[in-house]
């Protein structure tokens, strides 16, 4: 059973720094991309981070860059979301997704997510 368990998240200000983390289980977590997703009130759910199987390729949500970084341990079988510099337009519920298998490029393919964390509330007060 594929599982993905997010922790983190909450309500902070502008300006300020939280970091979500991912917990998978179930599958091969190390050959597979993973991704950071966003959902607004009202809006579609957006691509913000993917990093490739082997964690040495990342891409971002043009508005995040420079503030978010992706990162994973394939020990560990953990990916976090650092997010630095916080906005009140970063509010949202966050959910972290399991991508394609052994992909090293190109995450922003919302029908390729099969399998999605419970989702983490991000709150920025500004």
């Known amino acids: 059973q594929v599982l993905l368990v997010q922790s983190g998240g909450g309500l902070v200000q502008a300006g300020d720094s939280l970091t979500l983390s991912c917990a998978a289980s179930g599958f091969d977590f190390r050959a597979y991309a993973m991704a ?35 990162s994973r341990d394939n020990d560990k079988n953990m990916v976090w979301l650092q997010m630095n510099n916080l906005k009140p337009e970063d509010t949202a519920v966050y959910y972290c997704g399991r991508g394609r298998q052994y992909a090293s490029q190109r995450y922003r393919a919302r029908h390729e997510y099969e399998y999605w964390g419970q989702g983490t509330q991000v709150t920025v007060a500004s």
């Not at 082997?54 to 995040?64: A, P, R, W, Y």
């Open 36 to 70: 950071w997703w966003r959902q607004a009130p009202g809006k579609e759910r957006e691509f913000v981070a993917g990093i490739s199987w082997k964690g040495f390729n990342m891409e971002l949500l043009d508005s995040v860059k420079g503030r978010f970084t992706m």
